[in-house]
């Protein structure tokens, strides 16, 4: 038994809710069972009932015993003073509030056993996604609606996280863009080095290079420390150019070479390639925020933000290591990345942070016109034979089954409540 069945049982009334009685002997009747509230304090609010001849208004807490007010310290929180009714699947304790036993309703004897088998079935099922083979008795609606449902709550909490920065930042966007962006280039490999580089190179000390190419990759490489010693031309020209600028502009210490990874990864994929990248789109759009946020037609964005790197990185992977086929941007399985987990989270923020929908609107509509994605979460929703057409749908997917599926939270899915309704 867990307190997230007895939510699904109390918010869909499946109980034997006639002649309804409390543990009191006193009669029962729900009028409204309140709306669920997910956040601290009692679980649901603004429930109406009925017990006798009277009839109440207020909040409705829910717990496996009842014993579980005092467990989880309740009697010394003011957010449960107003709780009308207490909804329990034992009832092993009378609780007290000011010195009155709190109205309490036991379900243990008027649920039915089938329903709590079926419920257990799900929950201890072997597969990653409990409701394996039963996806086919799913309506299109349901599925496409919860699919919707993740996909916002994904944005949402990506989006959440870069306020967070922002509130860090002193409400400053093009700062925060650009920790933002840094992150990504930096993938799982090498996002705590990107992350590092941008906190010894702020923003706002890199800006004022930004309409130099060369002074720009000069900044970037020097603090990241890829310029000691000098082994190579290129690398003396920036590495002369990055002492002028460390004295003008009064910067720290560079990183070493040691904090960045270059083990296991393609050559593609080495930080200094992600890095010439970076400098390149800095150095194309000085003002990348506003340029997110100006451009409401979503393919001259996504022209915009695949830029041309420098000649020498065009044939360079490294200092001195030269490509064997010569390229000038990011290759596109990155540069979607950069467009699904950076610049959507990014209009959703502002989205949040303006209050205008028109930015999540223009996120989903990006994620809308990227191909889905191919990894292991989505391979397993593709042997139940779900056709994802675009990232929408890919992302939605990958949020259903971390924040659902993998936490058993089926009773909180569309899918799940619809199966267990059958």
């Known amino acids: 038994m867990d307190e997230q069945f007895l939510h699904y049982i109390w918010k869909y009334q499946k109980f034997d809710y006639q002649s309804l009685t409390l543990t009191s002997g006193q009669s029962l009747r729900v009028f409204y069972q309140g709306n669920y509230n997910e956040d601290s304090g009692p679980d649901f609010e603004e429930g109406r009932i009925k017990i006798d001849t009277i009839e109440w208004a207020g909040q409705i807490e829910i717990h496996i015993n009842s014993s579980d007010w005092a467990n989880h310290n309740h009697q010394n929180d003011p957010a449960y003073q107003n709780v009308i009714l207490h909804v329990v699947w034992n009832h092993d304790k009378e609780v007290l509030l000011d010195d009155v036993p709190i109205p309490t309703l036991e379900l243990k004897n008027i649920v039915a056993p089938t329903l709590l088998e079926k419920y257990r079935k799900y929950i201890n099922a072997p597969s990653d996604i409990p409701c394996t083979g039963l996806l086919k008795n799913i309506s299109p609606f349901t599925m496409t609606t919860m699919l919707n449902r993740t996909l916002v709550e994904r944005l949402e909490n990506k989006g959440h996280r870069i306020l967070q920065s922002l509130q860090r930042n002193n409400n400053d966007w093009e700062e925060t863009t650009y920790q933002a962006i840094a992150s990504n280039f930096g993938f799982a490999t090498n996002k705590e080095s990107f992350i590092r580089l941008t906190e010894i190179l702020p923003f706002s000390k890199l800006k004022k290079v930004l309409h130099d190419s060369k002074q720009t990759e000069a900044l970037l490489f020097g603090l990241a420390g890829f310029l000691e010693p000098n082994e190579e031309e290129y690398q003396q020209l920036l590495g002369a150019e990055f002492k002028y600028l460390r004295k003008k502009f009064e910067l720290n210490d560079p990183m070493v070479t040691a904090q960045w990874k270059f083990g296991k990864l393609r050559p593609g994929n080495f930080p200094t390639v992600r890095l010439s990248q970076l400098s390149s789109l800095l150095h194309h759009h000085p003002k990348l925020f506003t340029l997110l946020i100006e451009t409401e037609d979503i393919k001259q964005l996504k022209k915009e933000l695949l830029t041309s790197v420098s000649a020498y990185w065009r044939r360079h992977y490294d200092f001195g290591k030269v490509k064997k086929k010569a390229g000038n941007s990011i290759g596109i399985n990155s540069f979607e990345n950069l467009l699904i987990?950076?610049?959507?989270?990014?209009?959703?923020?502002?989205?949040?942070?303006s209050a205008q929908q028109k930015y999540m609107d223009r996120a989903i509509e990006l994620l809308e016109s990227l191909p889905p994605e191919s990894n292991r979460i989505i391979a397993k929703w593709n042997h139940l034979n779900l056709n994802f057409k675009n990232t929408f749908d890919s992302q939605a997917a990958i949020e259903l089954y971390k924040s659902?599926?993998?936490?058993?939270?089926?009773l909180h899915c569309n899918v799940g409540v619809e199966l267990l309704n059958k």
Do not use: E, S
Request: hydrophobic letters at 35%; glycine letters at 0%; charged letters at 20%.
């Open 404 to 410: 659902y599926c993998q936490k058993r939270r089926c």
């Open 341 to 353: 987990n950076t610049v959507a989270p990014l209009m959703a923020a502002y989205a949040k942070h």
